[in-house]
């Protein structure tokens, strides 16, 4: 991390604690910004360090000015639309980066190596390895999120239906009451309602499932 990252870290932690403060608003802060809500409460915790590149992307995320993580602030300072984008879980842009900082460049000279692979090789491989392993957990992290949205809006969907069945199956009981049906298509008619109920229950718990799967699926993220 460079020297003037190390000075503003503070104040970045500080301010992302202001945007985040609302119940639920780090949950969906870290979504938009396509990042596990467990990571960036590490974050906030001061038990991660990030980089410049993942306060830029917070600022484009919530529509906040360039440079406002910059500077110290209190909630009166938070800009509507970025109050509003993280409330409502609507990001203004697409973070394609990453929160980790940016390693110092060593400025001591290494112990030559006394056999195999030479010092810088190996460092320049190891950290080659590194990025590409955070990528991959990166585009993970995403794909999940995104497949977890989805099934989120499906269990919403089902939960609250357009149509409320109590009140559908009381007029369709009303016809069987008021029509000379046969015995059969009454009966019919009654086990259709009944398959409907029991049906949507099993599918709601099927996407329970699905979900907590999901969410246990890279550590439980």
């Known amino acids: 991390m460079e020297d003037s990252d190390e000075l503003l870290l503070p104040v970045w932690r500080a301010n992302l604690v202001l945007l985040t403060r609302e119940v639920g608003a780090a949950t969906r802060l870290a979504r938009m910004m396509t990042f596990s809500a467990s990571y960036l409460k590490l974050i906030l915790s001061g038990q991660r360090e990030f980089s410049e590149e993942f306060v830029r992307g917070i600022e484009a995320v919530t529509g906040l000015p ?3 993580m910059n500077v110290s602030h209190t909630g009166e300072d938070i800009p509507a639309k970025a109050r509003e984008a993280i409330d409502n879980e609507q990001p203004l842009a697409r973070f394609r980066g990453t929160a ?3 390693r110092k460049k060593t400025v001591l000279r290494p112990p030559e190596p006394i056999f195999g692979q030479t010092g810088p090789a190996k460092r320049v491989e ?11 957990q990166a585009h993970f992290r995403k794909v999940r999120d995104l497949a977890m949205q989805d099934v989120r809006r499906f269990e919403r969907h089902l939960s609250q239906m357009p149509v409320d069945l109590a009140s559908m199956r009381s007029k369709v009981e009303d016809v069987i009451a008021a029509a000379d049906l046969d015995h059969p298509i009454q009966a019919d008619l009654a086990g259709r309602l009944e398959q409907i109920e029991k049906h949507r229950h099993l599918l709601l718990r099927h996407v329970e499932r699905l979900q907590a799967l999901l969410a246990h699926i890279g550590g439980g993220d």
Request: proline share 6%; charged share 35%.
């Open 126 to 136: 190891e950290e080659t390895l590194d990025a590409e392993a955070h990528r991959r």
């Open 100 to 102: 980790h900082p940016v």
């Open 66 to 68: 360039n440079g406002w």
